[in-house]
């Protein structure tokens, strides 16, 4: 049951493993948890820190729980898209909302037909699903808990004749205190640092935080470890080196984090021409609402509502919460517009309006080891965010808002839902607060090399001792938020490295 931290790697350490695991998110935790089950000796090395330290504010999560501190910016189109990343063992669980969706079935259906294998089919998957919901302990959101904010979309949705509902989250425990992107303070929710991590830990992997790994070792053309740095959590200063080698490499350290890593190492150019393109992000803007009544959007699950239009494929409006203090800065609101601003606070609602994206970017590094991000808008994927808001603001008002508002430069706010689409039709994307906590398919699962980076059972199609298993291998946009489809695939991918036969043969140096 070995949980390391900084004390435990000072100076130049050395370790060694039968495998290897990049980051300790959904990815990582899922094939650290089968391949520890399956007699594998695991080390799993993760940047952040080894155990959470919440604090209730969004300040001390983007320190110590976000990648690049919750700057990570995409670049397209004259607009800036902050990209979130969770840090620490569990990786996004650990600030994430918890809103659990199944993958949907035309999703695997086509994921199945281009990869040309049975073991993404929704037959193939449905049963790794079940297993995993157990695990993490996926429950409906009692209304008790839910809070008006979530009550509100329902209600709106439903009168006017939509599909609606709480949306299914793994939190057991939860109390609706808001408060899931700055970490659970409670323990009610089940991130995988509660679960899946510790039940690979039972199985004897050793899982050692804040080193972040920042090389690849090749010897004789085949991956035989990685070289990494510690930190100390709270200064940042380097107290060691780590050097671990094994049999083989996953790289689980998420969309960002993976092709920021091969780009880093320059093992990139010769994965093939695929690491670190086709990023999808499901981008998102959001719609609020100003009610006559108190919601106080910061009590409550944080974002447990959701509705469905079936004349808008693609979009997928959920709740949106936040406290005060972000709400002003989503607004680009200070001094006296803040000051005005306040008093309406506790009467916002909120919808966060999200596309499965046609539109694709990049994922690269640079030089101070930073992620360089683009991101280049498909039109239609645009349309389609304004006619999702537009459908919002119409479901706000139906549960109860009086007045409209988004984070669109050059709009105001409105009572008149035909001036606030008509004025929305006119403003260009770069002119939008947009957000997205949902990066992808940068390493994707293919069978032909020049499109993709590893083949349907997770092996680098270019290099022996290489595998990757996190959202970064899916072959397309998913349309859901996608932590419980980061579980199940590499649940799946590490049953089929089980199933293959991890490399035995090198002889660990
Ligand atoms: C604020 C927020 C809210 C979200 N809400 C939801 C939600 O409600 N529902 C949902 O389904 N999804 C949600 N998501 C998305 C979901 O959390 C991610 O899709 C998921 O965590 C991706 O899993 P992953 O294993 O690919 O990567 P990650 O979870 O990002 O894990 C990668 C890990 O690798 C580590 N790492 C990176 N580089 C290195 C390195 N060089 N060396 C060592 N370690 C490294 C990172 O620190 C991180 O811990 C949210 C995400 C965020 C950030
Ligand atoms: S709403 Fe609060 S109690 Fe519930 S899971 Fe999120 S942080 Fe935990």
Same mark, same amino acid.
């Given at each position: 049951m070995t949980l390391r931290d900084h004390t435990d790697a000072l100076g130049d350490t050395s370790l060694t493993a039968d495998v290897i695991i990049v980051g300790s998110g959904p990815g990582g935790a899922s094939v650290a948890r089968v391949l520890a089950e399956g007699g594998v000796k695991v080390l799993m090395l993760e940047e952040g820190p080894a155990r959470p330290k919440f604090r209730p504010n969004f300040a001390n999560a983007q320190r110590y729980h976000m990648q690049e501190n919750g700057a990570i910016v995409a670049q397209g189109l004259g607009s800036f898209v902050p990209v979130a990343a969770g840090r620490g063992v569990g990786g996004g669980t650990l600030v994430n909302s918890a809103m659990c969706w199944r993958t949907p079935d035309y999703v695997l259906e086509k994921w199945t037909k281009l990869l040309g294998v049975d073991h993404f089919s929704p037959t193939a998957m449905g049963p790794i699903f079940d297993e995993i919901e157990e695990i993490i302990q996926v429950v409906d959101t009692p209304e008790a808990i839910a809070g008006e904010n979530n009550k509100l979309i329902v209600r709106g949705a439903t009168k006017l004749g939509l599909e609606t509902g709480f949306i299914r989250r793994n939190?057991? @425990? %939860?109390?609706? %205190? %808001?408060?899931c992107m700055m970490g659970c303070p409670s323990g009610g929710k089940a991130s995988v640092d509660r679960n899946l991590v510790p039940m690979a830990r039972e199985h004897g992997t050793v899982v050692q935080g804040d080193v972040k790994v920042e090389g690849i070792l090749v010897e004789d053309d085949r991956v035989v470890g990685v070289r990494g740095t510690v930190y100390h959590p709270d200064t940042r200063e380097v107290v060691g080196h780590l050097e671990a080698r094994a049999h083989a490499v996953i790289l689980s350290a998420g969309a960002i984090g993976t092709p920021r890593l091969l780009a880093l190492d320059g093992l990139a150019s010769r994965l093939g021409p695929a690491v670190g393109t086709g990023l999808h992000l499901h981008p998102g803007s959001a719609v609020v609402g100003i009610c006559e009544?108190?919601?106080?959007?910061?009590?409550?699950? @944080?974002q447990a509502a959701y509705f469905k239009d079936k004349a808008l494929p693609g979009v997928l409006p959920h709740t949106i919460a936040s406290e005060p203090g972000h709400i002003l800065m989503i607004f680009n609101k200070v001094g006296h517009e803040a000051k005005a601003l306040m008093p309406k606070l506790p009467y916002m609602c909120g919808i966060g309006v999200m596309i499965s994206d046609k539109s694709q970017g990049t994922v690269g590094a640079r030089s101070d080891g930073r992620s360089k991000v683009t991101y280049h808008w498909d039109e239609g994927d645009v349309e389609r965010l304004k006619a999702g808001m537009v459908r919002s603001a119409e479901v706000l008002m139906a549960g109860g808002a009086v007045e409209i508002a988004s984070p669109v430069g050059g709009m105001g706010t409105y009572t008149d839902l035909d001036r606030y689409a008509a004025d929305l039709a006119t403003r260009p994307i770069r002119d939008f607060g947009l957000y997205s906590a949902h990066p992808m398919a940068t390493c994707r699962m293919g069978t032909d090399p020049a499109t993709s980076v590893i083949d349907p059972y997770g092996k680098a199609h270019a290099i022996d001792g290489l595998y990757i298993a996190d959202a970064s291998v899916f072959p397309t946009s998913l349309g859901v938020n996608p932590q419980l489809t980061t579980m199940a695939i590499a649940t799946a991918l590490a049953r089929q490295m089980l199933a293959k036969g991890l490399p035995e043969a090198a002889p660990i140096r």
């Open positions: 939190t057991p @425990t %939860c109390v609706g %205190c %808001c408060m009544h108190e919601v106080n959007m910061w009590r409550g699950a @944080t």
